[in-house]
């Protein structure tokens, strides 16, 4: 079956501009984890959905960012007024969200790119 | 407040050797601890997990050993062999919460 897969793989934007950064999960998984990565650096946590619940905002680093989840399944991620400092790698991963290990499954990234 | 550290970061080891990459804790209610690895351009994929009511689990060449006295855990591989060569990510969860993710150790497997 398919895997996680996100849109585009790579993004050049200028400082400055709006960008969107897309996940489609594995069908069936009810939480989407969207997580960073800069270079040199872990995974650095920025939100979760699960079902229908409030999604945990908590690793938003500004209020530039933002994400959305609709019908359950697509996500997207929207870094507004764009930052070099933003300049990461934007892993989404899903899960079905039961109980035990609930093993994450990643997407191959998005590469962010801010000049 | 890293509740999840992987103290090292980088770890060179040879062919044919065991690597041994360690993870630490802080967190008495994690419950399950996972391993991932992760190449460059690719996301992170799963490795082996362990409940927090074993302290051994065994895949093959991987085995994940756990100490909830010490809150520490580690991942044995061996042999070591060149595809091993990626970064190395611990993490942990308590119940239906998020992972917690430490912050990768990149292994380093020479011929």
């Known amino acids: 079956g398919a895997g996680v897969s996100q849109s585009p793989s790579n993004k050049v934007t200028e400082k400055g501009k709006d960008v969107e950064l897309r996940c489609d999960p594995i069908?069936?998984?009810?939480?989407l984890y969207w997580y960073r990565q800069s270079l040199g650096q872990g995974l650095e946590f920025l939100i979760y959905?699960?079902?229908?619940?409030?999604?945990?905002k908590s690793g938003l680093p500004s209020d530039r960012f933002s994400a959305e989840r609709t019908g359950g399944s697509v996500s997207t991620l929207t870094i507004q007024r764009t930052q070099q400092e933003d300049s990461a790698v934007y892993l989404c991963?899903?899960?079905?969200?039961?109980?035990?290990?609930?093993?994450?499954?990643f997407g191959p990234g998005t590469r962010l790119t801010v000049l | 407040d890293q509740q999840v550290k992987q103290n090292s970061p980088s770890l060179s080891v040879q062919e044919g050797r065991i690597s041994i990459l360690n993870c630490d804790y802080t967190?008495?209610?994690?419950?399950?601890f996972l391993w991932y690895k992760k190449y460059p351009a690719e996301g992170p994929t799963f490795l082996i997990s362990?409940?927090?009511?074993?302290d051994k689990n065994e895949d093959g060449r991987f085995t994940v050993f756990l100490n909830k006295s010490a809150k520490h855990l580690s991942l044995h591989i061996v042999p070591s062999q060149p595809g091993d060569s990626a970064v190395y990510f611990c993490?942990?969860?308590?119940?239906?919460?998020?992972?917690?993710f430490g912050q990768g150790t990149r292994l380093t497997i020479n011929p």
């Open positions: 991963a899903s899960s079905l969200a039961m109980g035990g290990v609930d093993t994450q499954y």
């Open positions: 069908s069936g998984h009810t939480a």
């Open positions: 959905f699960q079902g229908n619940s409030a999604p945990d």
């Open positions: 967190n008495s209610m994690f419950d399950y």
């Open positions: 362990i409940s927090s009511i074993k």
């Open positions: 993490a942990a969860k308590k119940g239906a919460q998020k992972l917690v």
